[in-house]
Every structure is written in structure tokens, then in C-alpha cells.
């Protein structure tokens, strides 16, 4: 724990910008071009579907819109803030500069935990809209 508290520390000292978030404000949204990664300071954040579905939240010290960064690509989902939050954010090019720069094992690794993180994305969309779906036929047969 001592470890990751110096890394935190570390990387709060690093002259990167701050940004705050009020509780429900959008942080970024679905279809949107990255221009950040984000890193929680303080706070949460929820990550959200394109169809409005709450996917997870990120909590401090978690990182997130590394994928969108990384790859160049549009958002695949929105982020909004869970709560009052204080988020460091790392430009675009610096997060894929030092992705670039690392050791091969951890850019294979990266590659791998992003490419998972994308699948669970949309597996997790679609249970919830199969929920939905089975809720709806639910209510209309109480009915």
C-alpha cells in the first residue's frame, strides 16, 4: 500500500493539470474524440453505455479513457462523475508516448487488458439490455 500511496504522490507531483467535476457532470461522451486520459484523484467516476447503461465505476487512483487515448479512436462510452471529483489529466500524446516507451512485455500486456476491457464493455451492454428487455415483458404481464 506504501508503494502505491509514493506512485500516487508521484504522479500528483508531476506537473500535470487538475480538473474538477461536480457529482452528474460528463467528463467525456460516447462517440467523442479522446483528447486525455484521466487519472481519479479524489472521487468517482461512472462509465456509462451508449445506451445509458452504468458499465462500472472508477474509483481513486484508477485510471480511465487510456483505450480511447492509446488507440485514437472515438469513445466507446461516456464517463460522468459518480461524485464531487478532482481528476489529473494526462494529454493524449504523453499517455501514448510512454505506452510506446515501455518494456514490450507491459505494452503486450496493456494490449491485452484493453482489448479484454473492450469485450467486457460490450458483453456488459448487452446483458443490461437483456435485463431491460425481460423487466419490460415482466411489467407488461403484471399488468
Known sequence: MKNLDKNIQNLTNSGLEQISYNKGQTIYKFNENPKFAYFVYTGKVNIISKNGYNLGTIN????????????????????EAASECRLL???????????????????????????????????????????????????????
Do not use: C
Request: aromatic share 8%; net charge negative; glycine share 4%.
Open 60 to 79: 481513486e487512483g484508477e485510471l480511465f479513457g487510456e483505450i480511447s487515448s492509446l488507440f485514437n479512436k472515438e469513445h466507446s462510452v461516456s464517463a
Open 89 to 143: 489529466i494526462i494529454e493524449k500524446d504523453l499517455f501514448y508516448n510512454k505506452v510506446q516507451n515501455a518494456d514490450p512485455i507491459i505494452k503486450a500486456i496493456i494490449r491485452t487488458i484493453t482489448g479484454r476491457l473492450h469485450d467486457m464493455n460490450e458483453k456488459t451492454e448487452k446483458i443490461w439490455k437483456e435485463l431491460h428487455f425481460l423487466s419490460s415483458i415482466k411489467i407488461e404481464n403484471e399488468n
